[in-house]
């Protein structure tokens, strides 16, 4: 794949500079089993495993024969907590569990460099040459997404983590606002669109590992 020029915005959504990037130099190649492993592993692990139901001894109920085994005409029946029964246990009874697991630590950080790739890929990322706030103003981090005519979901890498910035970005519907080194592949495909700055994306080509860009 050969190099993008991805052009940098300033906060106007005036164009100031070109940043030439070649995504296979990031990831040489986009393995789609990988990036659902991935996604698959990030969800299981949003997962509260909270569910739970009562099994047949769990429920209220006696465990008296309801009528005698032959001689009614009706069916076989034990007590009246059986599952068949209204009233009864769930026979497959739902329990807290832990859903979490992880796949090897190579594997995500491959991912993760994939799912950038192919978003740089596929025009999905824009670039802008620093984003600054010295209080919270979701106002003026409103009005950096219209100038830069984003009006999607969209991620904002950041360089390095910053409370005002955070505050700023965080009550703006669609918008997830994280660290360049605490971004994933989940967090990367999710959104339709990624808002990166300058420094952040310096930072995490800089982070990747030397025989990935041979």
Not at 6 to 33: M, N, R, Y
Not at 99 to 127: C, D, E, F, H
Request: hydrophobic share 40%.
């Amino acid at each position: 794949m050969s190099s993008i020029e991805l052009p940098i915005f300033d906060k106007s959504g005036k164009e100031v500079g070109t940043f030439s990037i070649d995504p296979s130099a990031i990831a040489h190649k986009i393995s789609a089993q990988l990036l659902h492993d991935a996604v698959v592993m990030y969800r299981a692990n949003l997962r509260q495993g909270s569910a739970t139901t009562k099994s047949r001894a769990e429920v209220a109920g006696h465990k008296k024969k309801m009528y005698r085994q032959k001689g009614t005409g009706n069916a076989r029946a034990g007590h009246v907590r059986s599952g068949v029964r209204r009233g009864g246990g769930h026979i497959f009874a739902k329990k807290p569990r832990d859903w979490s697991y992880r796949l090897p630590r190579k594997a995500l950080q491959a991912a993760t460099r994939m799912a950038v790739a192919s978003k740089i890929g596929a025009s999905r990322v824009t670039l802008i040459d620093a984003l600054t706030a010295d209080v919270p103003k979701t106002k003026e981090a409103a009005a950096v997404l219209k100038a830069l005519s984003i009006n999607e979901t969209v991620l904002v890498a950041v360089e390095s983590y910053s409370s005002d910035l955070y505050k700023s970005f965080r009550n703006i519907a669609g918008v997830r606002i994280l660290p360049v080194t605490e971004i994933n592949a989940y967090e990367v495909l999710r959104p339709k669109r990624i808002l990166m700055t300058k420094a952040a994306l310096e930072k995490f080509v800089a982070a990747v590992p030397a025989k990935t860009q041979s």
